[in-house]
């Protein structure tokens, strides 16, 4: 059973709009929930992260909503560049160093 | 800027082979992983490490071994690969206080 759930699997915008990615997991004691972004060829990197003590994180662009009672959140990408075109995973942990569990990835399209 | 180093980067064997891939990092960081990459599933974790020595089994260990022979070195080895094994594999590194994973480049295996 996946633990982290990640909605929808692909997802194309235009230039300007907002993209909104879903991810829910089923541990409740999960407490880490970082995004991960990966361009084609390379390995993925942390593009921004959230604790479970926290409702909302904001990075520039990069937004995560938390929903603890509901076990979702969501990463917004506002004013969407074509640049953001990647696939972004959802992740989630317990205890850092046991290594985070990934979501299957939400592959982003921006066009101009 | 955190480094992590994988060879090779492409690897093609026989069903049987051995093979071993291995993970460079400079990051001084004492976790060390290994996730494969497939398409569906996303990203698993296979085994890491907390140290020279230290050896954990992670979600999808069946057919792998690893051995982590100093802070820097992080070994996957495969000793009778199967075809089920072809996948893209990352090597991560991460500080136990911040959790970021910093993954390498990647090496994908094939085998035929």
């Known amino acids: 059973q996946q633990q982290v759930r990640q909605s929808p699997q692909s997802l194309t915008v235009w230039e300007g709009e907002t993209a909104i990615l879903n991810c829910s997991y089923e541990d409740s004691t999960f407490n880490y929930f970082p995004w991960y972004q990966q361009f084609p060829g390379e390995g993925p990197a942390l593009l921004i992260s959230i604790s479970s003590v926290s409702d909302k994180k904001e990075d520039g662009r990069f937004t995560i909503f938390f929903n603890k009672r509901e076990k979702k959140l969501s990463l917004h990408i506002t004013d969407s560049q074509p640049g953001d075109s990647a696939t972004y995973f959802c992740a989630a942990s317990l205890n850092y160093a046991q290594g985070l569990t990934f979501g299957l990835g939400t592959r982003v399209s921006v066009f101009p | 800027e955190a480094a992590v180093t994988q060879s090779p980067r492409n690897k093609v064997t026989v069903t049987g082979g051995n093979v071993t891939l291995s993970c460079r990092q400079t990051?001084?960081?004492?976790?060390m992983y290994w996730y494969r990459q497939d398409t569906g599933h996303g990203l698993r974790l296979i085994h890491y490490s907390y140290g020279a020595g230290n050896l954990q089994i992670g979600d999808v260990p069946d057919g792998y071994k690893a051995t982590r022979t100093t802070q820097e070195d992080f070994f996957l080895l495969l000793e009778l690969a199967s075809p089920s094994q072809t996948s893209l594999y990352f090597c991560a590194s991460s500080e136990r206080t911040t959790g970021q994973l910093y993954f390498g480049e990647g090496s994908k295996l094939t085998v035929l």
């Open positions: 990051n001084s960081h004492n976790y």
